[in-house]
């Protein structure tokens, strides 16, 4: 039961994740008073990027074909461990937060071994930008994970959620430093404004896309999915660890639906919050990265310490 | 005790390292290559006398015999050699002139009062009084080490080493009435080979730097060139 | 008793033998014959003593004990393999015409004179002796350092000699006084100077007189030890006389001279019975090392290189007598023995390589390994081994030291750090280009006798693995004799 | 039973120690079977066989590392028979001096160490028969290059087994001379000789130190045997001198900074597959020093030790990973990343000292354990991509990334062994190395439990520096295996490049990326077989780790931690398949073959893909104050007056601070030392009979 309701959860989860998405250009596209999509349009892309004849380049080796199908699939099992409806789940035991970081890795590594496997300037210069990038970010959450963790005593998501739950509502400052960290690292992570542009289509400023450019068809498709389920991970650790309201802690119908219907609030808000900065900042250059992710790691030191001296009654 | 309660032989004895301690001083300040050889050569005598006069106020036989060894090399044989060599080299009216002499020989008084200073402890608890003359071994020693390292003369370095030899013999004389004969034999024995063995050098030495002069022997050193 | 008389006879009458035959071709197998009999004598005196405990001679003028017969076996011993060396060498030397008949005879001669003083110094009871024997010693050598009557070779035997000679004077002061201060005690007599006697009195003996001995003793023989700022000498003495010559020097005679202060050293603790001694050899010994070790880097003739890393090596040993705890007396006698042997051998590698390259300076020999592997690698393993790298007999010596001072004296293990560091250093920035590399043009293989290498180093090998029981019995028991008690 | 087997593995290694000398014997050898077996005609004709001219090379050279592999076999049996029961044998060889003869144990802690010494081993010895092939052929002979191998795993071997300083001194210097022949095998380079020669001279200075700590438990325990090292009780003072003097012997051989110049030089210079065992195995025996002189010898633990560790340990993890991101040449690359994991592994072990200091033994022996499982790890794929780099080399005579590229399509069997080798050193899970790094991180996160808040706010900074470190080590090897596999090949001979032929030389790695991915996805048996040892250590097993079943690893508990490799696996697997069965064999859309976008044009070459030098620009900008860089650029110029630019040319050079800041001063230093002793022998002789003259006065003056 409950391993079929972790299955359920995640493939939720998975078909979500574009809607989230499509809500996302939405919003922004009536920020900038733009005429709107439909918020089923990238399942639309998808769709239609599926039944496209893929192509692949000459140099490329199987790496390149193999790349999508694991990328794809790290990033679907970090979905299943995340909590999103319920915690307690059994698949949140197979892997803790910072298994979760190194799925991201895995993904990630692939990316952009398929990137620099083309032979190209754009795949070499995506995959360098994007490793150094990760290797700046990836300490920065590490470092907010730990913040609460450390709290919490547990790496192990729904347990820190239930811890939050027990607590109730306590204004710790290291939470809040935290989550500063971590909304500045996964608007990096999954390639926003201002450190990437997704919607950019001029090869020097991209990052992401350099590496995915020589990608079509069904490959294509699986990384945007990628993509899109990692935005919507992040969001839910944002939401759920901070602000767990909501999350299911048993499985009747009931509360189960109540959590579905918080989560959707918590995504929508924090999906047009994200929309509000796009619209608002400007892309930034490429060696302003590491000042913005030396913040985003200050701001998580300073969490860990005001945990350690503010928070720890010794 | 004071001097005036000694027996005459004692006397002598002290008297006679005076008059070597003298002549060590003689030597430091002498200049002329034969002269120094002479003087050596009396410094060698008064020692087989001190010899032969305690052999006589204790009768040890051997005294006699090492008597005997050291006039035969240290008054003889010796400076005859030296003398020798100095006229088939030429080196008869070689000025071997030290840089500043005052300086020497205050050091050379320096060493006498600090050889004695040494021989303090040895002579604290002893009953002969001769034995004080240690000192003046010690001192012709340490004279004699002074006197080869101002001068420049391969010749005059033998000397030194000679006299060198003369204190350590000195002392065994006023110290101990002597070695054990077997040592003496052996030490004289040595001695006449150095002394041939330097009569080979002084011609070696001559053929690879035609002088003596030791200041020229220094090819093989460490300091940068 | 027999073995004794004829360990010094032998010589004696190879001595006059070979005065008179020295420049007949077979001089050199004779030499070695003779060598190998002194050896089979030396043998048989140390089972003998092995069997029936120290030995006094009729007389009493010679006394053999654990500590000097093992001496006496190894100066045989490298006396033996040296002398098998030096046969072809001095052929050679004689071919390319560097040697005239008289002075090989003159060679011959002398290497039986030097061999019979060092059994006379080695055997001998009376220091007074022991004292003619050492002086015998230099007068024997000094005409081999000029043999081959180049400026730089007459210059170098004219400071050995004056600066040994004075040295060695100073050494009879030091034993004069030490009779005198004998002869207050037991009375006038033959007797005052024989060690047994000195040493069963020693508590008796005056300490005032005993500490002023031992400082002219100490000068006198740490001039012939190559102690620092005495050892001037000695680099010249080594790199201008024939190879063979610096074997023997750098293998018997400094080993002699450090055999000889300690056995002053064991008459003075037991007079004064405080650490005065000791102290003074401590710090003759440490600044040896590390004066020494420093000045291999700056050196360019490689005959000159390998006896600064004798002084060092001395200087080790003598701190370690110095120490003078049972661990580190263990380790001094166990050092000289593993290092006269590696050194001998270093010596004897590199006359060949010497030969091979047609010159002494380092910075023309090239590529010896692919030139010659039996002379590179030689040459190599045996700077490995005196560097006190294991599993070579040296480095077990090393490492007792090092433990014995970190228990003693801690606050003196950086310099030796620093002085074992820096040697290493100095030593292997020459070997490394010397045997490494590629072969300049025109450089060939010669005809090399390198048996005496390979049996060394073997036995250092040994030595380095295990200590056959034998021997660790009379170290056990010489380091009880010198220290007091055994190390466990 | 198992020192019957460690016996074997050591007198295994010295035989074909002894086999490497019969290299030139083959006609005496001849001679010899034949007088024996004359009696025997088969057994003669066998023998024929296999001395004649065109058999016995080859035979001669199998026999080497067939031993060898005998060796590495009784290793790994001896070590997991120690570990299986947790026995403690002991024995006393007669050797050594007279009052002290060899003593020999063997402990869990050996037993694991010598598991990490046989693996690689047998790799090694299935990988060397095909790699040394083409040195019979050149100018060094191989009985060389086999004497010391043999010797220097023996070394090794008897390390793990010492009970006693002087033994354990002995085993460690053979380790430690052997090698630098090996590292000086190919003498024809200059930078061979260097490297050799920094590498002895630092091994002896460390030697020296390990000897000075020895010395200071031994002058309190009275005895040179561990028994009487253990007994020692010392004051905290003289703990801490010899746990420095410790660390200093100890980090020196493994490498830690700023003590680790001689690794990048002396590692990639060396034969591939010694290079492997160095930086494999040797650093490991390092690390084995380490945590016997701390753990067992020492009788107590201060924390501030722990925290010394950890830093230094940080430091080292770090400024290796980022040095390794800027090497060219790909053996040295792997020697800083080398650096690299030994300082996560010390980091693990400060962690362990600190909670044991602070008594939570549980939590050190997490640590501990954590730290064991890296060191394996990192001998398991270290090796593995050595091996790797030396079946390009041997193939291609290729060093630098700068000319590879595209290897993927010459060499497909070696890049896919390579790619287990990279994903598994950059800390990916679900392979090993991801296994390791996540214990460590466990074991950090508890530091919230110590009393002090300073070391409650060291540690998790020091986990995040481990965090940058492997998110740094991750890109590092995406550098190497993009720039070396992936693309077009930027030169020649790399184009036209043949994969690897000899069967052994891809056995050898395959065999370590096997154990690589088996300890990735089943860690929980291998860490409960660690009981054993750490109960040894530090009285106490790890509680839980398979409280969950043995599917699970969860180190402190099922609530704080849980970790499910194998089910990873397979989840990765299902989606990952399923994807590939909806998408490709529903559609049966074959992907079509294009050029790839070149912005309209055309002609790609492969000088315009990013070189590795380029990948690494932006760490190089971002960590600027870490390095020490040398850039040029030189243009090449054309036309009339030579005005035109044809071509320029970028060249950097970037250079090891500890080497300018430590190293380049203390040559200079001995030098001026030298030289101003060198004053004092004027080679005058009246200046000697001076020094002689003032001595006498000066010792008569002081004794008077």
Redesign the interface.
Known sequence: MAWLLAILETLLFVGAAPLLAGWIKRVKCRLQNRKAPSVFQPYRDLLKL??????????A???F?AAP??V???T??AA?IVPLVAVDLPTS????I??LV??F??G??FQ??A???????????G???E??I??????AM??AV?TL??SA????LS?AMNYVLDTGLVLRPSFVFALGGLILVAIAETGRIPVDNPATHL?LTMIHEAMI??YS??WL??IEWASQIKLMLYGVLIANIFFPWGIAQDFSLTTLGYGMAMIALKLAVLALVLALSEALFAKMR??RV?EYLGFA?LL??LG??SH??LE?A? | MAIAELTLYQQAILLLAGLIALTSFLMLGQSRLVRLVSIFALQGCLLAAATALAATVLDYPHLYVSAALSFLLKGAVIPILLQRLIHRMGLHRVMDTIDHPARVMMAGSALVVFSYYVSLPVVRHSTLVTLNAIAVSLAVVLLGMLLMITRRQAVAHVVGFMSIENGLFFAAVVATYGMPMVVELGVAFDVLVAAVVFGVFFFQIRSSIDSLNVDQLSKLSEADQ | MIAVYLLLGIPLAGMTLLALRGDSPEAGLLNSRLNGLALLASVWLAIDVLINGPELSSGRLLYIDSYNVYLIALTAFVGLTTSIFSGPYMAHEREIGRVTARRLRLYYAMYQGFMLAMYLVLTTNNMGVMWVAMEGATLATVLLVSLYRTPESVEAAWKYFILCGVGIAQALFGTVLLYFAAEQKLGVGGEALLWTVLHENAHALDPAILSLAFVFLLVGYGTKIGLVPLHQWLPDAHSEGPTPMSAILSGLLLNDALYAVVRCKMLVDGSLGTHLAGNLMMGFGLLSFVVAALFLHRQTDIKRLFSYSSIEHMGLMTFAFGVGSPWATFAALFHMTTHSLTKSAIFITVGHAAQLAGTQRMDRIRGLILTQPTIGWGLLIGTVAIAGFPPFGVFASEFLVLVATMDDYPWLTPLLLLGIGLAFAGLFRHIQPMVYGDVPEGQKAIKANLTPVMVHLALVLWLGLSIPTFLGNWFNQATQLISGSMPQ | MSLFFAYLSVVAALMSALVALATNWRARLQRLAEAILRRWPHAHSVAARIFSETHYREFHRYSLFVLLGFSGLGALLAGLGTLMNGAVLTQILPFGLPWLSWHIRIDPLAGFFLCVLGLPLMAVSLYGPGYVREFEHGKHPLSALGLFTGLFVAGMELVLLADDAFLFMIAWELMSVASYFLVAYQHDHAANRRAAFLYLLMAEIGAIAIILAYGVLAGFGGGLTFDALRGASLNPLWASIAFVLGLIGFGMKAGLVPIHAWLPEAHPVAPSHISALMSGVMLKIAVYGFIRFTFDLLNQILWQWGVLVLVIGAASAVLGILYALQQQNLKRLLAYSSVENIGIVFVALGLSLIFLSSGQAHLGTLGLVAALLHALNHALFKSLLFLGAGAILHQTHEQSLENMGGLIHRMPKLAAVFLVGTLSIAALPPLNGFVSEWLIFQTALQGGLIESGVLRSLIPTASAVLALTSALAATCFVKVYGVAFLGLPRSHHIAHARDVQHRGMLGGPLLLAACCGLIGVLPTPLINGLGTLTHQLTGFVLPSVSALGWLWLTPVAPKVASYAPTLVLLGMAMVGGLCYYLLYRRTRLEPRRAEPWDCGFGGLTSAMQYTSGAFSMPIRRIFQPVFEIRESIEAQQAGPANIRIVALRYHFHVLDRAWLALYEPAGRLVLRLARGIGRLQTGNIRTYLGYSFFTLIFLLWVIS
């Open positions: 599926y039944r496209k004849q893929p192509i692949a380049p000459h140099p080796s199987w790496i074909r199908y694991i794809f699939a790290s679907v099992l299943a035991r197979i892997a803790d910072i298994v190194g799925f890795a895995l990630r590594t952009v071994l990137g620099m496997d083309i032979g190209t300037a754009f795949g070499g210069m995959s360098s930008r490793m150094t990760s290797s700046l970010a990836e300490p590490l470092m730990f963790t450390m005593h547990t790496t192990n347990q090869e450019l020589e068809g069904r498709a699986l490429i060696f590491q790691y998580s030191v860990m310490l350690i001296i720890t010794r």
